[in-house]
């Protein structure tokens, strides 16, 4: 157990729908990345803040969002959702920055049907 | 464009002997290096790191070598056990950036 808690773990949806994924980091830390798993495909970063600001974006498209909240939550929001946005997404936490171990929550599987 | 290569994507190996897991990267930027397993249904844990300044790190049966020169690094585990089979991906670290490879997928049979 790492940690980090994920929810929902898994989540059917359709087209042009819209989800919300919720992540909390590990206790003290201050940082989540939010990371995207495509079939075959390895971990694609999507976006990391620290201490509710925003810190760097990855390949993230413009209709995927997300925030992190005063109690260090984070949530990851898609919209208009296509076929193509199935995925495991994945958040991770570390205290600071990005030269420590991040540490992976179990992820949310996503299916749009 | 892929900045950090895992160009095996499977590799089996018998129970007792070495695995050579490889990863390429092209950013000279990138300064730290690790490397994640995952198990299936779960998310990745860490296993190893190493930073730009060495070209070896030794944790038990799992070593990394890094050939900054070649812009390649390699997980060696030693002996390998069955409980080793999972999803090996390195990642790679500098300039506000952490890339990750596609993984290589490690079955240890006995």
């Known amino acids: 157990d790492s940690g980090v808690t994920q929810t929902p773990k898994h989540l059917i949806t359709a087209t042009g729908q819209r989800v919300t994924l919720r992540c909390s980091p590990r206790?003290?830390?201050?940082?989540v990345y939010w990371y995207q798993q495509s079939l075959d495909q390895g971990l694609q970063f999507l976006i990391h803040?620290?201490?509710?600001?925003?810190?760097a974006k990855g390949n993230i498209l413009e209709r995927f969002s997300a925030q992190q909240f005063p109690d260090l939550h984070s949530e990851l929001n898609l919209s208009s959702l296509e076929l193509g946005d199935s995925a495991l997404y994945f958040c991770?936490?570390?205290?600071?920055?990005?030269?420590?171990?991040?540490?992976f929550g179990p992820g949310t599987r996503l299916l749009v049907l | 464009d892929q900045q950090v290569k895992q160009n095996s994507p499977s590799l089996s190996v018998q129970e007792g002997r070495i695995s050579i897991l490889n990863c390429d990267y092209t950013n000279s930027m990138f300064d730290y290096f690790l490397w994640y397993k995952k198990y299936p249904a779960e998310g990745p844990t860490f296993l190893i790191s190493i930073s730009s300044i060495k070209d070896k790190n030794e944790d038990g049966r799992f070593t990394v070598f890094l050939n900054k020169s070649a812009k390649h690094l390699s997980l060696h585990i030693v002996p390998s056990q069955p409980g080793d089979s999972a999803v090996y991906f390195c990642a790679a670290s500098g300039a506000d950036k952490l890339i990750f490879g596609t993984g290589t997928r490690l079955q240890v049979f006995p």
């Open positions: 991770a936490s570390t205290q600071g920055g990005l030269s420590e171990t991040q540490y």
């Open positions: 206790s003290g830390d201050l940082s």
């Open positions: 803040y620290y201490n509710g600001e925003e810190r």
